[in-house]
């Protein structure tokens, strides 16, 4: 008997605090696996959102920083710009990066910062227990829209893909999914593309956009959450590279 | 079959998406919790007279779905070579000559008890 | 560059701040400050420094965060409002214990205000603006050269007690054009950043945070910053005085408000005026022990400031209510006259003004 699958090195060997069923303890996985394929470990830093990940530095076993709700875009400018030969990537989810982080989000991917963004999309404010973020569905009941989300006082969910794609600086951008495990290897790819990218050299910003299950915020067991990423989120969120 | 999982029960939540992930319906969750309170996920009982195995193909796709990667995946070294002369529960004999490299030699189920 | 020249304070500062080995300088435009972000943007180039104009103060002060997390000496300038929105920033650095240097242009306020120089700023400086028990080392030069001067101070304070160091020029340092020695001075003994961030390659990794939430652990991050405090306003108080033994009225101002007061008091005294002054250079740590043993003879102190009255608080913690401290100030980026501070300083002999009631 040969092992085929193990944990890998950089991911640390510890619990998590993640919910049963959370997309983050994945999505560690495949970027930590990504930095033992690269052989990287050495020279990356990451940077750790406010939300749920927070405390990713406890679980990947690389140089990380935790920064201010949605300013690692602009942190990320300050550590490549005087480290260009670090591999810096960021970790966000989308109240991080889509609402308070908007214009640092932005502004990288418009200077083309050569950094790697992750940003886990999970259609609402988990670690703050259910609110509405900008990449909330239409008809969704979270806590501040106990109602379900509308159009016309919420404003429609927020692609930030779509948005980012337009700009020149932006090199790479796809949107991936972690609702089965062939969504999950195909993830892997994505992330792994995105990391080559900057380990190369290229001039610009990569983005993967991962649709990520949150049973907890959506109040779902995992099975239905994953259900509701694969239905309803890829509705939303059409799956596919947008750019590069 | 050929292949074979290990999990961290302990460290297992019980969020069930292996088992839903796994094409041999060979993942179950227990009825007895772990020291945290889950009820976690562990490889169901062989099929398999007289082996550990399960019906488990090595195809990791539990470990790939696991949020906390506590799946570790083995698999026969010999994978992809037949196996010689299986019995199953059912009665079944997978008999499988390794010299014979036809397909028709690969497989034939005699019935009864064997 | 050792020689004389003519340059204004905005140029000046970041020329020294070049000298005194600045690798990053990130910065957004704002008045009075432009010409800092202009030079930078030329200047840190030719070195082959890191120059980045950023979208908004709030990253410029997220992107000196990143650069000094990984070991490197990194500035922002900007003025008054902009600094409002530093704060966060500001907070953020000093949980993690980042080494930062700031500097602050001040202009009139509050809110958009005016482009007028002002000392509005001082509680925000010293009381920090941003969140939690944490304070800022505050420089106050008053001229050209000791703006220049400051960088090199603040930059190795910064780094060797891992501290965020404010500079306080205002809109008529940063543009007035001083004749000024610019050179590269010799750094302080430093201690080596094993903390930063450099690639855990051969090592643990290292972890740059602010957030604790095991119980007991931030309070004890807490406590070592305030003994790191503590040693600070031990070890690197900064003032001038002039004629306090003999003087019966003390007039205590930074900045560009010393520079009136200086031409006051040497009128004051021409008049045979019992008149001398402290000058803080250093606003955190405040010289307390100086003014509180000037306070131990009789004398009055008059505080005068471009704002409505924000060091005149600390003199009075320091003074602690042994003698009378008054005021006297001008807000909104107006400027006070040297005629007004000597017509203050005459006010304050006559017998009515001094009688004590313990009220100021």
């Not at chain 1, 550590?79 to 982080?101: C, E, H, V, W």
């Not at chain 1, 951008?173 to 994505?190: D, G, P």
């Not at chain 3, 530093?86 to 993690?96: N, T, V």
């Not at chain 3, 205000?113 to 800022?136: C, E, K, L």
Request: charged share 20%; aromatic share 6%.
């Amino acid at each position: 008997m040969k092992t085929v699958f193990k944990r890998t090195k950089t991911l640390k060997d510890c619990p998590t605090h993640y919910c049963p069923g959370c997309g983050h303890g994945i999505a560690h996985r495949l970027i930590a696996e990504t930095i033992d394929e690269l052989g990287i470990r050495g020279r990356t830093i990451g940077i750790a959102p406010v939300g749920c990940a927070v405390l990713a530095y406890d679980y990947l076993d690389v140089d990380m920083i935790e920064v201010a709700h949605g300013r690692a875009p602009a942190v990320a400018t300050g550590i490549k710009r005087t480290n260009p030969d670090m591999i810096i990537f960021s970790y966000q989810g989308d109240g991080d990066l889509a609402s308070i982080g908007a214009a640092e989000i932005l502004h990288a991917a418009h200077r083309g910062e050569q950094i790697t963004v992750i940003f886990i999309n999970n259609a609402v404010y988990g670690m703050t227990s259910g609110q509405m973020a900008p990449t909330t569905l239409l008809g969704q009941i979270t806590t501040t829209t106990p109602l379900g989300r509308e159009a016309d006082s919420h404003g429609h969910p927020l692609q930030v893909s779509e948005l980012l794609a337009v700009l020149p600086g932006a090199i790479y951008i796809e949107r991936c999914s972690l609702h089965n495990a062939a969504q999950v290897r195909k993830t892997k790819k994505v992330i792994r593309h995105a990391f080559e990218l900057q380990v190369a050299g290229a001039k610009g910003l990569s983005l993967v956009e991962v649709l990520s299950p949150c049973p907890a915020g959506w109040r779902m067991t995992p099975t239905e959450a994953v259900k509701w990423v694969e239905n309803e989120m890829t509705k939303a969120f059409p799956l596919g590279r947008l750019k590069g | 079959m050929a292949g074979k999982i290990i999990i961290d029960t302990e460290r297992c939540k019980g969020c069930g998406l292996c088992v839903v992930s796994c094409p041999q319906n060979s993942i179950v969750i227990s009825e007895k919790s772990n020291k945290n309170g889950y009820f976690p996920a562990q490889p169901v009982p062989s099929v398999v007279e007289g082996t550990n195995n399960t019906d488990c193909t090595g195809c990791a796709m539990c470990a790939v779905i696991c949020p906390e990667a506590i799946i570790e995946v083995q698999c026969d070294d010999n994978i992809g070579t037949p196996l010689p002369n299986k019995k199953l529960k059912n009665g079944n004999i997978l008999a499988i000559e390794p010299e014979k490299k036809s397909k028709a030699d690969l497989l034939s189920l005699k019935g009864g008890t064997g | 560059m050792n020689e004389r020249v003519l340059m204004c304070g905005n140029e000046a500062l970041a020329e020294a701040s070049i000298l005194a080995g600045v690798d990053a300088y990130f910065g957004y435009p704002i008045t009075p400050q432009n010409e800092i972000p202009a030079y930078m943007a030329r200047r840190m180039p030719e070195e082959g420094r890191v120059f980045v104009q950023s979208e908004s103060e709030l990253a410029a002060i997220n992107m000196v965060f990143g650069a000094s997390a990984t070991g490197k000496r990194a500035m922002t300038t900007s003025s008054s409002p902009g600094i409002s929105l530093m704060q966060e920033g500001i907070s953020y650095l000093a949980g993690a214990q980042l080494p930062a240097v700031i500097v602050n242009v001040m202009r009139g306020g509050p809110g958009l205000g005016n482009i007028a120089p002002s000392q509005a700023d001082y509680f925000q400086a010293t009381r920090g603006g941003g969140h939690g028990d944490y304070r800022t080392i505050t420089l106050a030069p008053s001229s050209v050269q000791e703006l220049a001067d400051s960088m090199s101070l603040a930059f190795d304070l910064a780094d060797e007690y891992r501290m965020q160091v404010m500079v306080l020029a205002d809109g008529i340092l940063g543009q007035m054009m001083e004749p000024v020695v610019l050179e590269t001075k010799p750094r302080r003994k430093l201690p080596p950043k094993d903390w930063a961030l450099t690639g855990a390659e051969g090592r643990e990794q290292n972890i740059v945070r602010s957030l604790w939430l095991k119980e007991g652990v931030l309070e004890e991050l807490n406590n070592k910053l305030q003994a790191r405090y503590r040693q600070i306003e031990k070890d690197e108080v900064l003032c001038e005085q002039y004629e306090v033994e003999t003087a019966e009225i003390v007039v205590i101002a930074y900045g560009v408000a010393a520079r009136i007061v200086r031409s006051a008091v040497d009128k004051a005294r021409e008049e045979g005026i019992k008149v001398g002054w402290i000058r803080p250079i250093t606003l955190w740590p405040f010289p307390t022990e100086q003014i509180s043993r000037a306070a131990d003879e009789l004398r009055i102190f008059l505080t005068v400031e471009m704002n409505c009255g924000q060091m005149l608080e600390d003199v009075k913690l320091a003074v602690a209510g042994k003698a009378p401290v008054l005021f006297y100030g001008r807000a909104g980026g107006s400027i006070p006259t040297v005629e007004q501070v000597l017509e203050k300083i005459k006010q304050l002999t006559t017998k009515k003004s001094v009688q004590w009631t313990g009220k100021s």
